[in-house]
């Protein structure tokens, strides 16, 4: 195999697993450590209101960007193991202003808009 291709698959090796960890832990662990905080407070949002303030405020400006719900939408293992994940608004919005972002032909976009779909 060419030199070129022993780099691209040691890549892939190296870097795959840590693209995996990124984009769990932007949704799914962001998701558990709620759902963690709302158990520890025996669901009463009253006592944990205000935490979620500071973790979504943290989210929104530093953590959450379009580019990354990208990545989660359309990595296969993450697609197919979260049923809900075509209806999650967060994800599809943030996907579709990635997508928005990249390209300036709003005829392609429409088209890749009608395409997603399609996408299982």
């Given at each position: 195999m060419p030199s070129l291709w022993n780099d691209v698959v040691y890549t892939l090796k190296a870097v795959g697993p840590i693209?995996?960890?990124h984009n769990e832990?932007?949704?799914e662990a962001m998701d558990r450590a709620k759902k963690?905080?709302?158990?520890?407070?025996?669901?009463?949002?009253?006592?944990y209101k205000d935490i979620f303030v500071i973790i979504d405020r943290r989210?929104?400006?530093q953590l959450h960007h379009p580019s990354h719900a990208a990545s989660?939408?359309?990595?296969?293992?993450?697609f197919?193991?979260?049923p809900n994940i075509e209806i999650d608004c967060?994800?599809?919005?943030?996907?579709y202003k990635c997508i928005d972002k990249l390209s300036e032909n709003d005829e392609f976009v429409n088209y890749i808009h009608n395409e997603l779909p399609i996408y299982k």
């Open positions: 693209v995996r960890t832990l932007h949704y963690a905080n709302q158990k520890a407070f025996n669901d009463n949002e009253n006592k989210w929104n400006c989660y939408f359309l990595n296969p293992e993450f197919y193991s979260n967060e994800v599809l919005e943030s996907l």
